[in-house]
């Protein structure tokens, strides 16, 4: 049996999405060997180059799970239709 397409869609709210975002920058900028308390003590091309980057890698891992989602409700629509 497939699950209920009445569901609602599993997106981000506004407020989970900049939850989700802070995350994102705040494991990039550890990938990179920085915590967010360190950018204050950073030079400003540096920092600014960290969270322009930080905050590129954050939209694409958002695109990702939204992507994701859109395709596996389309896949339990099929299933469902079928």
Request: aromatic share 8%; charged share 25%.
């Amino acid at each position: 049996m497939c699950g209920d397409i009445s569901e609602p869609e599993q997106q981000f709210s506004g407020c989970s999405q900049m939850i989700f975002e802070n995350i994102m920058i705040a494991e990039y900028l550890m990938s990179q060997g920085y915590l967010v308390s360190e950018l204050r003590e950073l030079s400003p091309a540096t920092t600014t180059r960290l969270i322009l980057e930080s905050k590129r890698y954050a939209a694409v891992q958002l695109a990702k799970i939204e992507t994701r989602d859109k395709i596996q409700q389309k896949y339990r629509l099929s299933v469902c239709l079928n």
